[in-house]
């Protein structure tokens, strides 16, 4: 039951983002304040800790890494997504949900980068932390 509910928050926001032009820079810092699903939707309301777009070496804010941490320690459901570079400087989208069972669905996708194999992986992950850099990493996953 919670894996079909982690599903279908994952799916949902598969089809939202294919729907929504890519983010040209950082959203500011009021978009990361929670924003409700729509009222018809049957899933909790997923926290949006922001979408953000990297340049080559650059780190993510300290306060949306904040509230994904924040969000999955309580066990409530949130979003983060980054996009960043490869080495070789093509675009590599990674989105991060958690929800409330403290799944994290993670999904790296690097569809642009020819280094990265042209693929998405997806997995799921029971733990996360940050690093010193202010990126995220994941213990206890598996393949999707």
Same mark, same amino acid.
């Given at each position: 039951?919670?894996?079909?509910?982690?599903?279908?928050? #994952?799916?949902?926001?598969?089809?939202?983002?294919?729907?929504?032009?890519?983010?040209?820079?950082? #959203?500011?810092?009021?978009?990361?304040?929670?924003?409700?699903?729509?009222?018809?939707?049957?899933?909790?309301?997923?926290? /949006?800790?922001?979408?953000?777009?990297?340049?080559?070496?650059?780190?993510?804010?300290?306060?949306? #890494?904040?509230?994904?941490? /924040?969000?999955?320690?309580? %066990?409530?459901?949130?979003?983060?997504?980054?996009? *960043?570079?490869?080495?070789?400087?093509?675009?590599?989208?990674?989105? =991060?949900?958690?929800? /409330?069972?403290?799944?994290?669905?993670?999904?790296? /996708?690097?569809?642009?980068?020819? =280094?990265?194999?042209?693929?998405?992986?997806? %997995? #799921?992950?029971?733990?996360?932390? *940050?690093?010193?850099?202010?990126?995220? *990493?994941?213990?206890?996953? %598996?393949?999707?």
């Amino acid at each position: 039951m919670v894996v079909m509910r982690l599903v279908g928050v #994952v799916l949902l926001l598969v089809v939202a983002g294919c729907a929504a032009p890519p983010s040209a820079g950082p #959203v500011s810092p009021s978009a990361a304040t929670p924003s409700l699903s729509p009222a018809l939707s049957p899933e909790p309301a997923v926290s /949006d800790c922001g979408s953000f777009t990297l340049r080559q070496g650059e780190e993510m804010p300290e306060p949306p #890494v904040t509230c994904f941490l /924040d969000a999955h320690r309580a %066990k409530r459901a949130a979003r983060l997504e980054r996009t *960043a570079p490869s080495t070789e400087g093509n675009p590599v989208r990674e989105e =991060y949900v958690t929800d /409330d069972s403290g799944l994290i669905a993670v999904t790296i /996708d690097m569809s642009q980068d020819p =280094y990265g194999g042209f693929r998405i992986d997806r %997995k #799921v992950c029971t733990e996360v932390a *940050a690093t010193a850099t202010r990126s995220l *990493a994941f213990e206890g996953c %598996k393949l999707r």
